[in-house]
């Protein structure tokens, strides 16, 4: 099985640093594994000369950072277009560790064990290995505001207001995702970025992955969350909540994970 490893720094090079030290590791042996890493503007970027030389591509995004809705989607989609010959997309997110041997193997071989399955999702662990509780169905709800301005010209509409769900999806933070001709049709026509539905009673938003999740539905599809584990920070781009803990988190972990030796 060929996988390519999809992930997207949005500012966060240090975590980026982390997230391929510890996939090097914990995969000594790549073969069957291409990496490439989606830089949004970020800082620091010499830092992470020592994985180009292990064979990790390093290329611009496309976006900015500083964009008015998550990018992250779309950046996924547009890698996932221009890079289809493989067997599988790993989706991880920058700030993830790996912990265990072979994790990306061990996903891959449970998705080969299900054809039902179009995805298998690693579980989410803390810094300190304790498994983070995702949950059941989310019964969180929010308040919508929208106003329309048609053509971008003349005067925008009153804002109008209606509460939404949140819905159903794997979570791209470390998930690995089975190319087949049902997944490109949707990355291509619907993409990877959040959506919802506008409705008086009922409206559901999608994060990223969320709409695929609910396509891959209407093909008998459905995603496992393995037991192999990775941590997982969580929203360290776009939220400076906790930042400081998680950073220093961060730091115990890459003072544990050395850069690599040369590459050959």
Known sequence: MLIKVLSVNHGTTAY???M???LVARHPDRAGIEVLLLDSGGCELDRLAWAERHGIRIRPSGYPLDVAVTSHGEILRAAVLAEPD???????DADVCFVAD???GALARELAADPDLFAV???WLLPDGSVFAEGGPDDRVAWIREAVRPDGVGEWSEPYEYRIGYGDRVHPFCVLV??????R???EVIGLSPGGTQCVRGALWWDTLGLLTQVMKTHDRSWRRSDAGVIHFGNVSWTADWAAEKAGQRDVLLARHPLPDPAP
């Not at 089975?178 to 997944?183: H, M, V």
Request: proline content about 4%; aromatic content about 10%.
């Open 185 to 187: 049709t949707a990355v």
């Open 16 to 18: 980026a640093d982390l």
């Open 102 to 104: 072979d994790t990306i």
């Open 121 to 123: 999702q690693a579980t």
């Open 178 to 183: 089975r190319n087949d001709a049902p997944f």
């Open 20 to 22: 391929l030290r510890s």
């Open 86 to 92: 493989c067997d599988a997309y790993l989706f991880v």
